[in-house]
């Protein structure tokens, strides 16, 4: 592809000359020579008037583009007068005519000197529509010249080629300038101004944190207001930005933010920034990354107050969203200000953004009136009194459009206004008027995005200096310095997004591959240590790829390597917790290597990335195991089954069928050296040793499945709680695994372990530590989620310290918000748990319905919950005197629970089957039945219902 050509927005115009055969038959031969001679002189001259190009004459017809060579910012506009013309001149040249126009992007600059694309045959079509007589236009044009023209819609059209009718308008003359209607601003804020200064103060006044959002559209002057805030503060500002190019570069800014406080929080709260900024590979989440940067926030602010400026909010990815609310919500004796800019779309990602919140203020900045336009003119300078008022006019308020508009009439000397149809068709008309080589630094710039680096413009021009070029870029404020993301670099800002828009938007398809895969290489060499390396370098390689595509030239290679990138990305990001980031990068993986093969891997991935959704997780799984089917890998689709098994666990009874397939699936991975597959299906195991109440298996189970993801280079980073967090529930003593837990808790601080750990103090009879640290647990939960959470835990330590009426209480919150959240497989446990509760509180007619709650719900295998219901109805029935029915169903809770390893869950069905003979009279009985729970209870070290056990009997020695 030439080096010359562009992608330009241009408006083609078609000319042709109506009954030509019959003037033909009735006209001289030289005669009709020199008048078609006339004619097409005439419409070359009206075409050049208006500032188009004639790119070719086709028998009796002209074809003209305007836009070409040079772009201006009316050229529709002026299409639609040239044409006006035009069809005025008919009648003096004794002829009738016909004419179409339409708006598309072409490529221009070929060697063949033509503009190509679909708007050249849409014109083509639109004047061979049109009645002699007629100007038709498409619905682009009228778009762009709608409030300068007078024109009428006509029944849409029927054109060859088009597989949908066209609309088209019949263009009746075009009177007038465009007219602006923008309604955002940036001089002259003194309302806003007073609000942010409010807010700041109310911060530093109260030591709280304010959250204060800035809305408004491109250009209105977010930024500059920021600024002029900034500038007159007793304040430390560190400063975020959020990459256009990527949601998925979730946690930049807060990257940025952390490297410009210096620092680290104290405490725990360290390890999950560490782990953000790659210093070391301990597990984190997205919780705990909000949770340290608040800590490190409310440290940092203790002795001089912090403003955290998140700049180009709409682009952050929900994560980044979340964060940021999380620090505005609990941040807490700190005098912090968090101060967000944004488009209006911020709202389309949030609708309640700030919503709710007492300490959350957003204003939309609206347009400038005339005084505080005149006002920004008079900052700007330099402009002669007639054409001042003719760009004040023509701007209408938007500061960007005046701004950009009166840069286009210095640089290009010309006194006239010309009227921008877009803000767009401003940036792209200014920039098609740059020097060549400036303008091909700025097209090589947006190619690394808002921000670029000298360097990287230098390499994508095979290594041709840059620097004169630059700075003359920032001499007609189109770039401005910046801060390099890498030492030694000089890196250099677009004044707005939509000028890095524009020169990007004018490179060809196949330019814009080339220099996204070289840009890569060149990322490669110099971004080793960029802690979201992959998801750039992905997104690069993707960009090129696609296009690649588009083109009809797909590159197989290309794709692999934008896949495996993305893919690596993905897996990073599932492993820290971040679900929804890991599945659009794992799922834009799929969307590349998806056409060329089948990856098993990715596929089961993306499932894990849907975890909390179980059912799209079981369907990415099932989809991918019936693709396996289609192409005869038995392999990948046994994988695919056994992952999507496990997921349906979560909702229907697929427990055998999980088993079965799973033990299917090791033998034929372990053959095929398959570690990643095998981490999978090891996963699955221990989710069913779970379901079933195999606590030990469980543990054993999630070691395999550590084993072999280690072994697979896959991120291990949550595999550590994963296999701690359901093991104190085995037949291991409580004293040994409080050593185990201890040992964990420095690398994995997931407050699941904390709880856990107060769970051990409460069975080892210290209730005081372990409701102090669970307690501690709930709140660090809370911090990191966003919801109240732990009660289950502080329910079940409440139990075992003997205080029921706080154990019900803890899981009456804990059933309704299962309830609310429909995860019925949880609350099949946990209503029967309340219910067996309720029984010892005496309250039986709550219970029973809890019991039923449990029996409806609970699949077969879950044996936890099957022995739950079943003893709190053998309660209920036993205090009614229904003494048989109830003895049978609180001995089949027993075996139930003698078929897992939970020692506590045996005790607690052998207590409830002593109840229930006592209350029949039997106590010798019920005395036997208490001497067997105690040794399940001393046998798990869990003093304190062992101590409870030995009362009820009557003995006295210490347990």
């Not at 941040?331 to 919140?357: H, I, N, Q, S």
Request: hydrophobic residues 45%; aromatic residues 4%.
């Amino acid at each position: 592809m030439s080096p010359h050509e562009q992608r330009k927005t241009v408006t083609v115009l078609f000319c042709d000359v109506t009954g030509s055969t019959a003037l033909g038959e009735s006209t001289d031969p030289e005669a009709l020579r020199a008048l078609l001679a006339r004619y097409f002189q005439r419409m070359k001259g009206i075409v050049e008037g208006h500032g188009g190009t004639v790119e070719k004459f086709i028998g009796d017809a002209v074809m003209a583009v305007f836009g070409v060579p040079v772009l201006h910012e009316d050229d529709a506009l002026r299409a639609c007068r040239a044409a006006v013309e035009m069809r005025n001149a008919f009648a003096d040249l004794g002829i009738s005519g016909r004419i179409g126009l339409a708006t598309g992007e072409v490529v221009t600059g070929t060697s063949e000197r033509l503009a190509t694309g679909d708007a050249v045959n849409v014109a083509a079509r639109l004047e061979q529509a049109a009645a002699p007589g007629e100007v038709l236009i498409g619905a682009a044009t009228l778009a762009l010249v709608r409030d300068a023209v007078h024109a009428e819609p006509v029944e849409s059209l029927r054109l060859k080629g088009k597989s949908e009718p066209v609309p088209a308008f019949r263009l009746l003359s075009a009177h007038g300038e465009l007219a602006r209607s923008f309604t955002t601003p940036m001089v002259g804020r003194e309302t806003e101004l007073r609000r942010l200064r409010d807010a700041f103060a109310q911060a530093v006044h109260d030591r709280t944190c304010q959250l204060f959002t800035v809305l408004g559209s491109a250009g209105v002057g977010k930024t500059r207001l920021a600024a002029e805030f900034l500038a007159a503060i007793d304040a430390r500002v560190v400063r975020g930005r959020c990459l256009s190019y990527g949601a998925e570069i979730t946690y930049w800014p807060v990257v940025e933010i952390v490297k410009q406080l210096g620092a680290l929080p104290e405490g725990d709260a360290a390890a999950p920034l560490r782990s953000l900024l790659g210093e070391t590979e301990l597990a984190t989440s997205a919780e705990e990354i909000a949770w340290g940067f608040r800590k490190l926030v409310e440290q940092q602010a203790q002795d001089r107050p912090i403003v955290c400026m998140f700049d180009d909010l709409h682009w952050a990815a929900a994560t980044l969203l979340d964060l940021v609310e999380h620090v505005a919500e609990f941040c807490r004796d700190a005098a912090v200000l968090v101060l967000c800019l944004a488009r209006p779309e911020l709202l389309e990602k949030r609708p309640v953004w700030g919503g709710g919140k007492w300490n959350a203020t957003t204003v939309l900045l609206e347009r400038l009136d005339s005084a505080e336009t005149e006002s920004l003119l008079d900052a700007l300078g330099g402009v002669e009194p007639g054409l001042r008022e003719r760009i004040a006019v023509t701007a209408e308020g938007n500061p960007l459009y005046l701004e950009e508009m009166l840069a286009l009439v210095r640089a290009s000397g010309d006194d006239e206004v010309s009227v921008p149809p877009t803000i767009q068709a401003l940036l792209a008309a200014r920039l098609d008027q740059l020097d060549p080589a400036e303008r091909a630094v700025l097209e090589r710039g947006s190619v690394e995005g808002h921000v670029f680096h000298e360097s990287a413009v230098r390499a994508l021009a095979n290594g041709e200096p840059q620097m004169p070029r630059l700075l003359a870029l920032v001499r007609k404020q189109l770039v401005r310095p910046d801060k390099p993301q890498f030492a030694g670099e000089d890196a250099y800002r677009f004044r707005h997004l939509l000028i890095r828009d524009a020169a990007y938007d004018a490179l060809p398809k196949a330019v814009r591959a080339d220099l996204h895969v070289r840009f890569a290489g060149w990322l490669e060499e110099r971004g080793v240590d960029l802690v979201e390396l992959d998801e750039i370098l992905g997104h690069h390689l993707e960009q090129a790829a696609r296009y690649k595509t588009e083109l009809e030239q797909p590159d197989t290679a290309l794709a692999e390597r934008a896949a495996e990138r993305l893919a690596a990305a993905g897996r990073r990001a599932l492993g820290r917790g971040d679900n929804r980031a890991a599945a659009s990068l794992l799922e834009r993986a799929l969307e590349l290597t998806r056409p060329l093969r089948l990856d098993i891997h990715l596929e089961v991935d993306l499932a894990d990335a849907h975890v909390t959704d179980p059912r799209t997780a079981a369907r990415i799984a099932a989809r991918a195991a019936e693709r396996a089917s289609t192409l005869d890998d038995a392999t990948a689709g046994l994988l695919g089954r056994v992952v999507s098994a496990r997921y349906r666990l979560e909702f229907e009874d697929a427990a055998n069928e999980l088993d079965a397939l799973a033990h299917e699936a090791v033998p034929v991975l372990e053959r095929a050296h398959d570690n990643a597959g095998l981490a999978h299906v090891w996963t699955a195991l221990g989710e069913l040793a779970h379901h079933r109440g195999f606590w030990d298996e469980l543990t054993r189970n999630r070691e395999r499945a550590l084993e072999h993801a280690r072994n697979a280079g896959q991120p291990t980073q949550t595999a550590g709680p994963l296999a701690a967090y359901h093991f104190v529930l085995g037949s291991e003593p409580a004293d040994a695994l409080l050593g185990k837990l201890t040992e964990l808790l420095p690398s994995f601080s997931h407050p699941g372990l904390t709880l856990n750990k107060a769970r051990l103090l409460a069975m080892l009879d210290r209730p005081a530590e372990a409701r102090s640290l669970a307690l501690q647990g709930s709140e660090r939960l809370r911090e990191l989620t966003g919801e109240e959470g732990g009660e289950n835990y502080l329910a079940d330590i409440a139990t075992v310290a003997g205080d029921d009426n706080a154990a019900a209480s803890y899981l009456r919150v804990f059933c309704d918000r299962l309830e609310a959240h429909h995860r019925l497989n949880n609350l099949s446990t946990y209503a029967p748990m309340l219910g067996r509760t309720l029984c010892t509180l005496g309250r039986y007619d709550e219970a029973e319905p809890l019991a039923e709650r449990g029996r409806t719900l609970g699949h077969e295998q879950d044996l936890v919950t099957q022995a739950l219901w079943r003893q709190t109805l053998a309660r209920v029935l036993a205090h009614r005197g229904r003494s048989s029915q109830a003895e049978a169903l609180a001995r089949e809770a027993v075996a139930v629970t003698e078929r897992t390893n939970g020692l506590n869950y045996q005790g607690d069905a052998l207590c409830d089957l002593a109840e229930v003979l006592t209350a029949d009279g039997r106590a010798d009985e019920g005395s036997a039945a208490l001497e067997q729970a105690l040794d399940r209870y001393e046998r798990k070290r869990n003093v304190a219902m062992a101590r409870r056990v030995r009362e009820q009997l009557g003995a006295t020695q210490p347990a």
